[in-house]
């Protein structure tokens, strides 16, 4: 498995603004992945981030208002743009390794509410 | 398309008594298939995993489910529920690809 971290844990937006969370993982893995549990859903995949190349979004969501960096095989950011109260959402990081069965491990998630 | 299937939004059993918690999938090719739990304002953890190997899949924490293809199911059970069991369980499922589908969960509620 691997050890991931998030940053922030939660926070409190207001509309207009623009927020960035960051994920780090204690090993270097091949894909990292974005999604969003809104309350009381369940989770819906963002994008898929590669070191390297550029993210790949998934239907719905575009890379004006979800922005995804990932400079290293560590790391990556996700920032929600011009947020709105529907953006007030758990954002969950995950990591995989090409190879590993498709195993994906979730970060503790970014709880945003956005007023 | 791949699409899973939970047929319970909610369960409630008391303790030591067993649980099951029903999941359907649906899919062209041999997939892989998985449980997940998210205990209150916690993350995601991987319970088990099925990936065409044994049909009977153990997990942590006493859990285990079972492939049935001609059923098309992944049902997770556990013989004996105990109070920490209570969270939300989500089926996923994968067709050789790293996007995984999720389920709409199953709030396990344990009574004493």
């Known amino acids: 498995s691997a050890v991931i971290s998030q940053k922030p844990s939660r926070d409190i937006c207001q509309r207009g603004t623009s927020l960035t969370i960051q994920c780090q993982v204690d090993?270097?893995?091949?894909?990292m992945f974005w999604y969003r549990q809104q309350p009381g859903q369940s989770l819906t995949l963002i994008a898929t981030?590669?070191?390297?190349?550029?993210?790949?979004?998934e239907s719905g969501f575009v890379i004006d208002k979800f922005p995804i960096s990932r400079p290293n095989l560590t790391f990556s950011t996700l920032t929600v743009s011009n947020m709105s109260p529907e953006d007030s959402s758990i954002y969950l990081c995950s990591v995989g390794r090409t190879g590993v069965q498709e195993t994906q491990y979730f970060g503790p998630g970014t709880r945003l509410l956005v007023l | 398309a791949q699409s899973v299937t939970q047929l319970d939004s909610h369960v409630s059993v008391s303790e030591g008594t067993p649980v099951l918690l029903r999941c359907n999938y649906s899919s062209s090719y041999s997939p892989s298939l998985f449980w997940y739990v998210q205990h209150p304002n916690k993350g995601l953890q991987l319970l088990l995993k099925?990936?065409?190997?044994?049909?009977l899949v153990k997990g942590i924490n006493g859990f285990e489910a079972e492939f049935k293809k001609s059923e098309t199911s992944f049902h997770l059970t556990k013989p004996s529920a105990h109070m920490s069991d209570a969270a939300e369980y989500f089926c996923v499922v994968s067709e050789n690809t790293d996007k995984l589908i999720f389920g709409t969960g199953t709030r396990l509620q344990v009574f004493p």
């Open positions: 090993s270097q893995v091949t894909m």
């Open positions: 981030a590669n070191q390297g190349s550029e993210a790949t979004y």
């Open positions: 099925y990936t065409s190997a044994a049909t």
